[in-house]
């Protein structure tokens, strides 16, 4: 099973990788890529804090409470497995690919900026409002943007996605 996973990766990984890097594209998807990435990186999650503030002003604490222990149990579920597992990256097992970014850390699977990214689109949706839905196409930009820029697998967005999903339901 292990190898048709590996298999459909490799497959997925150089079609979106190469296809990324056609001269004659007008817009250039690896630089879309960095921004699309670059927004999940953290900074944006804080922007929580306002929203319960104008969404839950009577139930701060309580929100306030969740989003930080999902938060919480997102990353070190996503550390646990990425250094339990310890997939090589693309750019560091397959040949001639060289990554466009330089990850934060050795290892592929989970992805950690989808994962939170899927927390947070989640969170929003359940504790809010479905009005947030539209955030899972930034949600999956994310995802997408970490294939583009040659750092992770396809496996490794749809676990992570799943690793976030399943805390912000689990919590809330």
């Known amino acids: 099973m292990l190898k048709y996973i590996q298999a459909f990766d490799l497959y ?7 296809y990324s890097k056609q001269p004659s594209l007008t817009i250039k998807p690896t630089s879309i890529a960095r921004i699309v990435s670059r927004s999940a990186d953290g ?14 002003p009577g139930q701060i ?13 997102e990353r070190s579920i996503y550390y646990v497995l990425k250094n339990t597992i310890k997939r ?4 560091q097992r397959i040949l001639g690919v060289k990554a466009i970014i330089l990850a934060s850390d050795e ?3 989970p992805s950690g900026h989808t994962s939170a990214a899927f927390f947070f689109c989640t969170f ?5 409002s479905l009005a947030f839905l ?3 196409l930034w949600a999956c930009a994310v995802g997408l943007s970490r294939v583009v820029l040659g750092v992770h697998y396809l496996t490794d967005i749809f ?14």
């Open 12 to 18: 997925t990984f150089n079609s979106v990788f190469n």
């Open 107 to 109: 290892f592929s699977l």
């Open 159 to 172: 676990i992570g996605a799943a690793i976030g999903f399943s805390i912000a339901l689990l919590i809330l």
């Open 43 to 56: 900074w944006l999650y804080l922007l929580l804090i306002p929203m319960i503030f104008i969404f839950r």
């Open 124 to 128: 929003l949706c359940l504790a809010f």
């Open 134 to 136: 539209p955030l899972y």
């Open 88 to 91: 090589p990256r693309p750019c």
């Open 61 to 73: 604490a309580s929100y306030f409470y969740w989003a930080v222990l999902g938060f919480s149990l």
